[in-house]
């Protein structure tokens, strides 16, 4: 029983715990999400899956957000190679803040820069100085 606790982790290996911790989280999530869609439908008497009128899109979703977020994430891992993790980050991060606001004047713009510097610094300190974790 003492043994359930421990954890035998190789050092080349590490790398690959988290995200299979991840993995088996989301895939948790996916079946709670399943059960509970699936329930919804049988208490509403409606069809759980109805292919027919399915769409993996919202009717009017924003394209300029969607397609937005994809090129900035392509564009990080351009920008991580480039110019190193706080620099990249903090241009990113601007990036998506600004794409996400609601008013685009120089106050909000100004505060999306202030937000990415800090968040990206403070991220740096917490991973670079507390848990002695390089980043790239």
Sequence with gaps: MSDLFKINITYS????IMPRIIL???MILAVVIFIQEYLKARKAKKPFMNIKQWRFFAK???KVKLFGSIGLLFAYIVLLNLIGFIAGSIIIAS???ILYAEK???KSIAICIGISIIETMVL????GYIFEITLP
């Design 24 to 26: 088996g989280v989301l």
């Design 13 to 16: 290996q590490s790398h690959l």
């Design 95 to 97: 990036l998506f803040n």
């Design 60 to 62: 009017d979703y924003d």
């Design 104 to 106: 685009k004047d120089k």
């Design 124 to 127: 740096w300190f917490i991973f």
